[in-house]
Structure formats: structure tokens, C-alpha cells
């Protein structure tokens, strides 16, 4: 059974913290607020008597749980192997299940989990954007006080047309080397379409045939996320259905969290499923970052990259770095450009803050966080910032409005689209 519901399996990745406090040294998010509660080691405990049902549901104790960006670098500093994001998540599903999601999560939760609703919604959204935020030379500001959206905050266009609704089904190429279905996600495919169409250019330059399923949703990931469980397997259910009935070689994603669904989510999430278990399984061996698909799989012929003269650095996102493995491949692709000069960062996978609806939900906090990636960044000097997740893409350029700083954001898979 998934560790979501089943607390003796949680309980052995509890047991293994040794309280050494490690985590302290790498918590984001511990750094700002000096809290134990915000670092993986109180977190833990707290955990353990929150899924023993020792301690109950308060707004203090949610309030605790929430404060997590889920980033990782507890786990990846652990001398235990503890993965502290996981028990976090154990927790949030536990909380959750006792009291129920808040009116105004339930409702967002159930329209991104209704592919129609959301696609409707959103494209609403994209046609009615102008009433509620108002276009400045940097992007899109919120015109009114809104729950989560600070006046200040800078907000990319959702895009006029999906790429979904744009993109072909099918995308042939002559003697096609492999062929791959495509996992878009929700901000290629809502606010940054040239994403996808960057993605496309470069499968065609490297003979891969793209299948682009039109009807995928959202990954699930955000309501997991929030700990709700039960709808998160029902949207894997849906992607293991629509993904397992495609004849390719391989799943390619251009976001680390979207990427996760599938090579980790899935499989936890449909163990027990005498149907789908197996099927996430076999999604799960053949998901690739588009990153480690075109290094470690296809093994891209370098040579024919064309020079892009530009000074870039790189942003590893939490997902795509520790939760992928992905970040070397995504590294050693604009290295191989020609003309790319990489000042690299002090500390490239710190985590930006974002991750996903926490900087909607503690700004402040969020952006402290952002405030060193921002520092960072600025002392490398270069013209972009690249990274390979439109949820830090969201953030960094928030930070970099906000900061009034030089650079532009692009994703990996734009900048090695300019080369060919
Ligand atoms: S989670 Fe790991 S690093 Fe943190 S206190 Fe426990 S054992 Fe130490
Ligand atoms: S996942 Fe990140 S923010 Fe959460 S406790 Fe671990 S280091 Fe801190």
C-alpha cells in the first residue's frame, strides 16, 4: 500500500532519523525562520505522532506541515537516508483525510481534476486575464487585492492558445530513430506553448517522432501536494490509462515535477492497484527528462549544434536535480552549444523559493528564500537565466521583476532549440 495510507510503511522511514540535525545546515526554509518546525527533523517527529493519531488536527499544526518546499535537500544531505519529503506528505494526506480539504482547495482540486473543466477554465482565463491583471513592460500584475497575490507580483500571460490545442498528434519525421510520447504539463501547455514547440523542433533535428496525447490533463502532483491523496490517484489512474495505451519508447518530460508523476508517483500511488499497478511501472522505466532521454538515451550528435553567442547560467530546479537526476544532462546540453559562455552558480541547486503554490501561498517567506537565488544570479553577470521548470521559470522571473535585474528566463530545451 502506498506510504500515503499506510502508516507502517512510513514508519520505517521515520525511525531512521537519528535527530543529528543535519537538515539544519541545508533547510531553505529553516535559514529565514530559524524555526524547528520548518526543518526536516521536527518535522519528522511531529509526523510520527501525527500519523500514530497522537496529536489531531489544529490550524498550527497544518500551518507546520505546509511549510515545507518539498525541495529535497534534507533528503539528499541525510547521513540516514531519511526522506523527509515524503513524510511530510504522509502527514499532509493524514491531516487531510481527518478534516477534510479547505472549500476553496476543494474546488480548485476538483477542476484540475476534470481535464474539460480546467481546459475550459483556463482558456476563460487566458480571454479574461485583462480584467483582473493589468500587462506592465514586465508581465502581468494582479489590478486588485487578491487572496495569494500580492498587488507587487509579477505573473507571466497565460498564452492565447495551449499548446495542446495547437500542437499535432502525431509529429513524424523520416527513419524516425525512436518514438516518444510527449508529457506537456500544465505551464507549457497554459503559459509557456513555446516550450513545447522548442521541445518539437529538437525531437525533429534528432529524428525522434513526438506523440503529443491530447488527452492529458494536469500531472496530479499540486493536489498531491496539498494531501489529497484519493484524487491524485485518480489522475494517475486517468495518465497510466491514456500513456500505456501508446506504442513508444519512451514518456519525455520538460518538467522535473511532471517527470516525478510518472517515474515515482504513479508507481506509490497504484502499488495495491491489481489493474494500473503494473502499467505505472512500466511507465515509470521508460519516463525520461527530455534532458537524460537526449544525453543518456539518443546521445545527440553535438557536432551539429550551431553557436548561439550568449553568457547563460543555470538554475537547477529541486524536481529536475534531486528528484530527476536529471541536472548534469541539463548542464552538459548548453555546455555543448557553441558560443555559450556558462558562468555557473555558487549554488545552482538551491531552491528558488517557488515550488509550485507555496509562493502563492507564503509570498513573504517564498521570496526570502528567492532573495539569495536572485544574489546569486546576479553575480554571475550572464544575459539568461535558464532553467528546466516553468513553476522556478514563474518565480525567478517574478524575482528578477521585482529586483530589476538584466536577465531573461528561458528553459534548457529553448536555448538548444536556437541552436539548430
Ligand atoms: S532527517 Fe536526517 S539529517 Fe535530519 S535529523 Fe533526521 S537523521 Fe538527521
Ligand atoms: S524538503 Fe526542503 S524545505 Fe522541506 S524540510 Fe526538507 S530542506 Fe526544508
Known amino acids: 500500500m502506498s506510504y500515503l495510507k499506510n ?73 540516514c537516508g531519511v526522506q523527509p519529503d515524503k513524510i511530510v506528505l504522509a502527514a499532509r494526506a493524514k491531516l487531510v483525510k481527518e478534516r477534510g480539504l479547505p472549500f476553496i482547495k476543494s474546488v480548485i482540486f476538483k477542476g484540475l481534476s476534470s481535464p474539460g473543466l480546467f481546459k475550459t477554465g483556463m482558456a476563460l482565463g487566458a480571454k479574461t486575464q485583462g480584467l483582473f491583471f493589468k500587462q506592465t513592460d514586465k508581465g502581468m500584475s494582479p489590478r486588485y487585492p487578491v487572496s495569494g497575490l500580492e498587488l507587487r507580483r509579477v505573473l507571466p500571460k497565460l498564452a492565447d492558445r495551449s499548446f495542446l490545442s495547437t500542437a499535432a498528434e502525431v509529429n513524424k519525421v523520416d527513419k524516425p530513430k525512436m518514438r516518444v510520447a510527449f508529457f506537456t504539463g500544465c505551464t507549457t501547455n497554459f503559459i509557456y506553448p513555446q516550450v513545447g514547440e522548442a521541445l518539437l523542433k529538437v525531437m525533429k533535428h534528432n529524428n525522434v517522432e513526438v506523440v503529443v496525447p491530447k488527452k492529458q490533463h494536469c500531472c496530479g502532483v499540486p493536489v498531491l501536494l496539498h494531501g489529497d491523496a484519493e484524487t491524485a490517484t485518480e489522475m494517475a489512474r486517468s495518465h497510466v490509462n491514456i500513456f500505456s495505451k501508446l506504442d513508444v519508447d519512451a514518456i519525455i518530460t520538460v518538467c522535473g515535477t511532471c517527470g516525478e508523476s510518472f517515474s515515482k508517483h504513479y508507481p506509490e500511488l497504484l502499488k495495491d492497484d491489481p489493474e494500473y499497478g503494473e502499467k505505472a511501472e512500466k511507465l515509470a522505466e521508460k519516463t525520461y527528462d527530455f534532458a537524460q532521454f537526449l544525453i543518456d538515451v539518443i546521445k545527440i550528435d553535438k557536432t551539429a549544434l550551431k553557436p548561439v553567442n550568449k553568457t547563460v547560467t543555470y538554475h537547477i530546479p529541486c524536481h529536475i536535480g534531486r528528484g530527476m537526476n536529471a541536472g548534469s544532462q541539463q548542464i552538459e546540453l548548453i555546455t555543448s552549444i557553441p558560443g555559450i559562455k556558462y558562468n555557473p552558480l555558487k549554488q545552482p541547486d538551491r531552491c528558488c523559493g517557488g515550488a509550485g503554490s507555496f509562493s502563492l501561498t507564503h509570498y513573504d517567506l517564498s521570496y526570502q528564500v528567492l532573495k539569495h537565488k536572485l544574489e546569486d544570479v546576479k553575480s554571475t553577470g550572464a544575459d539568461i537565466l535558464v532553467t528546466g521548470c516553468g513553476s522556478c521559470r514563474m518565480q525567478l522571473t517574478d524575482g528578477i521583476a521585482q529586483e530589476d535585474l538584466p536577465q531573461t528566463v528561458k528553459h534548457t530545451v529553448e536555448l538548444l532549440a536556437e541552436a539548430y
Open 7 to 79: 502508516y507502517p510503511e512510513i514508519e520505517n522511514e521515520i525511525i531512521k532519523c537519528m535527530r543529528c540535525g543535519n537538515c539544519q545546515a541545508v533547510c531553505p526554509l529553516y535559514k529565514e525562520t530559524k524555526s524547528e518546525g520548518a526543518v526536516a527533523r521536527g518535522k519528522v517527529k511531529l509526523a510520527d505522532a501525527v500519523l500514530k493519531g497522537e496529536l489531531q488536527y489544529t490550524k498550527d499544526l497544518a500551518k507546520i506541515f505546509e511549510t515545507c518546499l518539498t525541495c529535497k535537500a534534507c533528503a539528499a544531505n541525510c547521513p
